[in-house]
């Protein structure tokens, strides 16, 4: 693994501002090609939350050229999980520039590192924790017809991210199952079937989304 850079100054100036806004926060999480991103985009139309997939910010830092690209664009073709200092980074900033309070989080925490480095450094809770449930020959099929050029949609990959799901993710899942925060959700039906199930648990009872 490379040399992490984190600029401690930006870091600690970022979490004061954090704590002042208290924002609402809930965690999106799923396998690789559960549909996290696309009913995030639902979401967010309907309920005025910010969606930050943790993956996209990892995405465009390696665009960017920063210090940290090539660490970041190597651990994400192997599958495997860039340390949180990074990711937590991105997050707070995206936080503070959205000039929103609400959140949906995508993709992260994705291990108890990322959990407890998160809940340490923000002392944010999350709302609750979103769990697309859905079968692996599902998720494979998804990923494999995705299209969007990503370098981690080939299958020697998608197998990695399938076991880091099931041995760092999964861990993480069940955690907040046991603070009774986990919505699970079946992600295996279509599109706008899936996103009935997200709405029931964004829409106050007896109010109606869009
Ligand atoms: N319910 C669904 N039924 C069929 N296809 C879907 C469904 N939800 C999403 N897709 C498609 O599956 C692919 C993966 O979806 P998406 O990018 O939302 O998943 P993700 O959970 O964010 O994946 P990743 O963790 O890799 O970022 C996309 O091409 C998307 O259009
Ligand atoms: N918390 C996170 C989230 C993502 N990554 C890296 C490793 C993932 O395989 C990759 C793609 O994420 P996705 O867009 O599928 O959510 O990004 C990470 O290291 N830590
Ligand atoms: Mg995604």
């Known amino acids: 693994m490379g040399t992490v850079v984190v600029d401690a100054a930006a870091k600690k100036e970022a979490n004061g501002s954090l704590a002042d806004l208290n924002p609402t926060v809930v965690f999106v999480l799923g396998g690789p090609g559960s549909g996290k991103g696309t009913q995030c985009a639902n979401v967010v139309q309907h309920f005025g939350y910010t969606h930050l997939s943790a993956g996209d910010l990892l995405r465009a830092e390696i665009k960017s050229g920063s210090e940290n690209g090539t660490m970041i664009s190597n651990m994400i073709k192997e599958g495997k999980i860039v340390p949180s200092e ?3 980074k991105l997050l707070q900033q995206a936080m503070l520039e959205s000039g929103n309070d609400k959140f949906l989080i995508d993709g992260f925490p994705r291990n108890e590192e990322n959990r407890a ?11 609750f924790v979103l769990f697309f449930d859905c079968s692996e020959e599902e998720m ?3 990923l494999l017809g995705r299209n969007q050029g990503r370098e981690d949609d080939n299958i020697e990959t998608i197998r990695k991210r399938f076991n880091v799901f099931l041995e ?4 993480v899942i069940e955690y907040y199952n046991s603070k009774g925060k986990v919505r699970k959700i079946d992600a295996g039906r279509p599109v706008e079937e899936v996103y009935e199930s997200v709405k029931a648990i964004f829409a106050p009872k007896n109010e109606k989304a869009d």
């Open 86 to 88: 990074v990711t937590i």
């Open 117 to 127: 480095a998160f809940e340490a450094v923000t002392k944010i809770e999350p709302s």
């Open 140 to 142: 494979e099929r998804r």
């Open 168 to 171: 760092s993710s999964l861990p």
